[in-house]
């Protein structure tokens, strides 16, 4: 597909944080907020051809409604600018006329995002390269066990993770399925005391699927509640090391930086 | 259907309503209960273009809400436009609420959270005025269901000085009197002007501190400003089971409600800042008001009766309005939106504009509601064509010729057959046809008619696509109060299930021809509670009481509700909803007025009967209905040449494009000539 310069396309990989009351909203919402906070910032997105031409705009592995996270990411599609300058861009529809640039880019969107979801970090990258859903093999998520205390969490983890397997079984668009979690399962602690109840952290596979801390809830205390869960990172593991997708330095530093990978 | 065993809600109470700090942002006791829903997105707000609110004692604080789900209530845009207006002042302010969804009123009502709004997530009880947009009668126990969960008695004479006045507007408002025992105050027309009028006649009452018993003079004080109907202000008597009079109580009370009418709407550019939502709700996109008012004059159209005259929006500030909120909201459609869009004098103009503005990239579609088939021309359809489409929409709404003379919906078979010619022609493939059954003399023949047009449209689009097909969405009909058939007996829901059913087998096995039709039981109740009176209040509260919330939807209809209700307070069904009405009868909405004299409606319902129809007022002589000349407002239209060539069978030559002058004209006008 050949943009009007006549330069190939490049990819976008975003991250970006989902947090306070937005954290409520569901996948295909966020999808819907990304693709009009995209049309108004003006950003020259590709469109996918046929009858309903929509933006090409593809997302990583789904968040579940209700969690925060401090690292989502996306891939976006994009024209390249005519001047042929990596990462600048030529507006549309509103910004008809202007260039976007990184820094600037990053503004608009921010201010063209709700509360609670900001691009910490944009990389312009290969169209062709791996997409998330492929990449990613892990998550670390934090989550609290409401109206349970340490040392019962303690206890219940110490359990868990000397258990040979975790038989669960869980509803699947309707069917019944069943698995061992345990090896999913690579690290779980107990951190302290949170607003609810016990605060966990956990690294769980993406890999055959995703595991969710609820699931680990419903094993670790039966009855009880998840609280203010969070998903903290996604990681890439290659020869035993890991690494995001985009990395992010949490320590303040207002901007960041696009570079090219 | 199971009667559910639940002897009614859990009280809600609130805390003390002194205390500010309880009321003011129950974000905190809200957010334990989200996980334990569905759609929790429906309670966070954070709407693109929401506002914040700043409260003060200085400030009358209005809460309005839609009587149903946040997806069904969020695009109303009369919400939207009064919340913009009233935050706009000084000494106002707005914000929005909802009907929360059964597994969120459980939650709260366990946990004590009572009704919040969404801007700031405060008590709802905490607010001067508690406001409700009707729009429908299924959502009558909504109403006191979100009343309930507010911490306010849900009865007038229960509340006092620490409560909201509670207030509605909307259509359905047009017949207050089914909730005349549960809402203090209601509101007639549009509501732009007269929502400033309320917040001035409340300042002062609100900075005395609002002493003891003063409610009942500060809403007498209310019922003084034209367009407010305060129920407790009017007695109801009765000979028999007749309503033998409704008579102010006060010298200074009006003996008649004149609704309110915003004379320019180019005065009134809103909305400014359409919401934008986070999740998914109905009409998700770009709204823009082009007119309000119709002079069709179709009979069963109770929306186009009360809200006449027309005034339309100057053609220039809608182009801006879509331009400027296509830019500000990321919308990739935008509906034009009024009660016969296709008539609105600018319109070729209007939707090539938007289509083809460049900085729309191609990429905007327009969307024009459920349209009139001899407005709709191959020109407007090539315009709407050029970007992505959603269906269209046609709305016949009778079988035959003749029945389309009895409802005055005065166009023929060719132009529903050429309208969809022209769309199919443009590249379109699906339809959706919208009709009633039920109609004033309606025979089988008629009704089975509708399925032989829907078949015939099909067919006409198989000529261009593989892909043609027709959804016939039919509809019981129910006669509404203000309209020249607000005499007739309804059909029974029996009666309707049979001629739907008709349909059905005249449809038979085409399996282009999709059939979708309403409940004719729910039909039969939006029957009671939009022709009902005083006492059909307390059938309301028996069903609210016996958990019947959210009656609109088919999950939750439950008919035996009401029968029960209506047994147990000796009601008949048949008296309110079936039977044929007198002309010398006192209605029980007479004190309302929505312009239209009583007479003309009688002679109007007079004539439909004789099979007369009336041409559109707009550009023919003028019938003197009462809506103009009432309020000394003229039709105001952005442009003198009228759309398509003009309307139907009126003869006169109206090319030459100047202003058609306005002569009153004998009655009753003959129906089109046209076979």
């Known amino acids: ?261 | 259907m199971k009667v559910p065993l639940y002897d009614g809600p859990l009280p809600m109470t609130l805390r003390s309503a002194t205390d500010a700090t309880a009321n003011d942002n129950l974000w905190p006791r809200i957010e334990p209960l989200l996980m334990r829903v569905q759609k929790p997105a429906r309670y966070i707000g954070c709407e693109l273009g929401s506002a914040t609110p700043e409260h003060s004692d200085g400030k009358i604080s209005w809460f309005i809400a839609y009587p149903d789900t946040y997806e069904v209530g969020l695009p109303n845009q009369g919400i939207q436009i009064l919340c913009e207006i009233l935050n706009e002042r000084d000494d106002a302010v707005a914000e929005r609420g909802y009907v929360p969804w059964t597994d969120m009123t459980e939650q709260m009502r366990a946990n004590r959270v009572p009704l919040f709004s969404l801007e700031t997530h405060r008590a709802a009880g905490s607010f001067d005025i508690v406001a409700f947009n009707l729009a429908a009668e299924l959502v009558y126990t909504n109403v006191l269901e979100a009343v309930d969960l507010a911490g306010v008695p849900i009865r007038n004479e229960d509340r006092d000085e620490s409560h909201p006045i509670v207030m509605a507007g909307g259509h359905a408002a047009y017949n207050p009197e089914p909730l005349a025992d549960y809402v203090d105050v209601f509101v007639m027309g549009d509501g732009e002007e007269v929502v400033g009028d309320i917040t001035e006649a409340l300042i002062g009452w609100k900075a005395s501190g609002k002493p003891q018993y003063s409610r009942q003079d500060v809403l007498r004080e209310l019922s003084k400003i034209q367009g407010v109907y305060v129920p407790a202000m009017y007695e109801v008597t009765y000979d028999g089971v007749n309503i033998a009079a409704v008579e102010p109580r006060h010298a200074d009370v009006p003996e008649m409600v004149l609704k309110r009418t915003v004379a320019d709407l180019g005065e009134w550019p809103y909305p400014k800042q359409q919401l934008v939502p986070l999740t998914e709700v109905v009409h998700d996109r770009l709204n823009v008001e082009v007119f309000r008012g119709c002079t069709r004059g179709c009979r069963f159209c109770q929306a186009g009766m009360i809200t006449r005259p027309v005034r339309e929006r100057p053609a220039d500030q809608v182009r801006t309005m879509i331009q400027d909120g296509l830019m500000r909201t990321g919308y990739d459609e935008v509906s034009l939106t009024s009660l016969s869009t296709a008539d609105f004098s600018g319109i070729e103009r209007v939707v090539g504009d938007t289509v083809g503005d460049p900085l729309n990239c191609g990429q905007v579609s327009v969307s024009l509601p459920s349209l009139r088939v001899d407005a709709f021309t191959v020109g407007l359809a090539a315009q709407v064509s050029n970007a992505r489409r959603s269906g269209l929409t046609f709305a016949p709404e009778a079988g035959t010729w003749r029945m389309r003379q009895v409802i005055n919906k005065l166009i023929v078979d060719d132009d529903l057959f050429g309208a969809v010619e022209s769309a199919y022609s443009e590249g379109w493939h699906r339809m959706k046809l919208y009709f009633l059954t039920g109609l004033p003399s309606e025979m089988d023949d008629d009704t089975t008619a509708i399925a032989d047009l829907a078949k015939r449209c099909v067919e006409i689009g198989e000529q261009y696509t593989q892909k043609a097909s027709v959804t016939l969405s039919l509809g019981g009909f129910v006669p509404k109060a203000h309209t020249p058939f607000q005499w007739f007996g309804q059909n029974d829901h029996r009666e309707l299930s049979r001629k739907i059913e008709l349909v059905r087998g005249a449809v038979g096995k085409n399996r282009r021809v999709q059939l979708k039709w309403h409940d004719s039981r729910a039909s039969l109740i939006e029957g009671l509670a939009s022709r009902g009176d005083r006492r059909i209040g307390r059938v309301i509260e028996r069903v609210w009481r016996a958990g019947g919330v959210f009656q609109e939807w088919g999950e939750h209809f439950n008919l035996q509700l009401w029968t029960e209700a209506m047994e147990a307070e000796g009601l008949s069904l048949e008296w309110y909803v079936t039977r044929h009405r007198h002309e010398d009868e006192i209605l029980p909405w007479e004190h309302i007025h929505a312009g239209l004299h009583k007479d003309f409606l009688w002679q109007d319902w007079q004539d439909s009967l004789a099979g007369h129809g009336l041409e559109d007022c707009r550009w023919t002589p003028c019938y003197d209905c009462g809506a103009c000349t009432e309020y000394g407002v003229e039709h105001i239209v952005a442009s003198p040449v009228p759309p398509a060539g003009g309307s139907q069978g009126t003869g006169q030559d109206l090319t030459i494009g100047t202003s058609v002058p306005v002569t009153l004209s004998g009655r009753p006008a003959s129906a089109g000539a046209r076979a």
């Open chain 1, 1 to 261: 597909m050949r943009s009007r310069t006549g330069g190939r396309p490049v990819r976008l990989r975003v991250r970006f944080t989902k947090r306070g009351k937005v954290r409520y909203t569901g996948h295909r919402d966020v999808a819907r907020i990304w693709e009009r906070a995209i049309r108004r910032v003006g950003l020259p997105v590709v469109y996918t051809e046929g009858f309903s031409p929509r933006p090409k705009v593809s997302f990583g592995l789904a968040l579940p409604t209700g969690y925060q996270s401090d690292g989502e990411y996306l891939d976006i599609s994009v024209h390249p600018g005519a001047s042929g300058e990596p990462g600048v861009f030529d507006g549309v529809g509103p910004t008809t006329g202007t260039q976007l640039e990184p820094a600037g880019l990053m503004t608009l969107l921010n201010e063209a995002l709700p509360v609670g979801m900001d691009v910490q970090a944009i990389e312009l990258n290969d169209d062709r390269g791996e997409s998330l859903q492929q990449a990613i093999t892990t998550c670390s998520w934090r989550f609290e066990i409401r109206d349970f205390d340490v040392a019962d969490a303690t206890e219940a983890v110490a359990k868990l993770l000397s258990a040979r397997e975790l038989p669960s079984t869980r509803l699947h668009k309707g069917n019944e399925r069943s698995d061992d979690l345990r090896p999913a399962v690579h690290r779980l602690e107990v951190q302290g005391t949170g607003n609810d109840g016990a605060v966990l952290v956990a690294d769980l596979a993406a890999k055959p699927r995703l595991v969710r801390p609820s699931e680990l809830v419903s094993i670790l205390a039966p009855g009880h509640e998840m609280a203010g869960a969070a998903r903290i990172h996604q990681w890439i593991e290659t020869d035993g090391a890991r690494r995001e997708p985009v990395p992010f330095d949490a320590t303040p530093a207002p901007h960041t930086e696009m570079c090219a990978s």
